[in-house]
């Protein structure tokens, strides 16, 4: 631990909270990319693989990663899907080209084995519909295949495929980064708006208890970032539940300390977004507000990216199997931060992505399944954090970062009325000093909650503190 030292102090009060912790804030990604689903949860002939050709290996981690929710199949692989491809009988499924990330698909695992994937993992299915090459009508259909009950073409097709009740999939997301200049079916924010409309309605007719989730910027760095969801929820800004904010951060280039400071432009993202959706809102006079849906948020390290070679479409090449240290696990225990802090308007986040593809979670073909450094404060923070977001203000110094000031110690708490826990958790952005944090509590009504703590964090380091007496 280093002799250096820099004071920190914090106030706890149960009577300041933020908004709830929702489960789905520990969702995750799992998109046919490189060997996200091929040989990473899905890999029939391998020793730990079940009758379906799920890794029971990669299973038990992703349980142990505690990740509430899994959006599927992209990001970019979706916006040249045809989700027909990828149920009912495997000898009948054609292999494709996948134009998104210039592969091979075989389609041996679609939407029938994701759903049994989630009911074996404990996760909830979140699915992506394509509006880059598809549109209204194959969106209609897979919700009717999906969630109708039976007596219909579509509902009686998904149980001739063995699945009797509904997969009853609640959140849908309208297309994937359709900003993007390189997206299949990139189009205007307008235009995207109106086809996310049409698109979202018709599929409430078929079940209107769904949520839905627009189309926001590919990245906050977007030129257009802000403009696009200004002009795409004036289109569908009563249709929709959520607008989307993807959020990569890379190492390269930048000191540890810089890099760290990079959770702070999620912050500021997510409260341009937040300003963004509220002012049409206010313009359309509508009493909703929406969410912001962080479906993608992690380190990537961009600048190893490969462009793939033209002449070759191979079955799931290995892709951004990006290796972490500690620093990215520090870095994800702060974005993990930042998400808490805006629980009153982040319901549903997803670290991106789950297995292999910048992931917590890696395998080896034929071989074994590991952790990563960055699953640790994953898990550890999922785990930990429930009930109620508290308001924590630390009184700390800042430093200066691209982003502006940014404070060396960053910090959330939650608190669980239901057992008294309450759960603090910490990043030391500094290079060089062990931050001196003293916590004190006030209010509690467990009484033997209340008084003052003093801890100590390592630089460069993050940690889950339980203050609380659980009941
Ligand atoms: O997660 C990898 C890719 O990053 C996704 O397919 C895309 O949505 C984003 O640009």
Known sequence: MSTETFDVAITLSPDFRVGRVDPRLFGSFLEHMGRAVHGGVFEPGHPEADDDGFRTDVLDLVRRLGTTAVRYPGGSFVSGYRWEDGVGPREHRPTRLDLAWHATETNAFGTDELMRWCRRADVEPMLAVNLGTRGVQEAVDLVEYCNHPGGTRLSDLRRAHGAEDPYDVRLWFLGNEMDGAWQIGHRPAADYGRLAAATGRAMRMVDPRIELVACGSWAPASATFATWESAVLQECYDTVDHISLHSYHDPTGRTPAAYLATAHELDLAIDAVVATADHVGAALRSPKRLQVAVDEWNVWYRSRWIDPDPDRWPQAPPLLEDTYDDLDATMVASLLVTLLR??????????????????????????????????????????????????????????????????????????DEENGAVVLVLVNRSVTSTARTRVALRGFPLATLDGARELEVAPLSWTVVDLGQRA
Not at 350 to 373: E, K, M, Y
């Open 342 to 415: 805006h629980a009153d308007r982040v319901s549903l986040a997803c670290l991106a992505q789950l297995v292999n593809v910048i992931a917590p979670i890696r395998t080896d073909p034929g071989g074994a399944a590991w952790r990563q450094t960055t699953f640790e404060p994953f898990a550890r923070i999922a785990a930990a954090a429930r009930g109620e977001v508290l308001r924590v203000e630390p009184r700390v110094a800042t430093y200066e970062a691209e982003a502006g000031e940014v404070p060396l110690l960053d910090a959330t708490a939650t608190y």
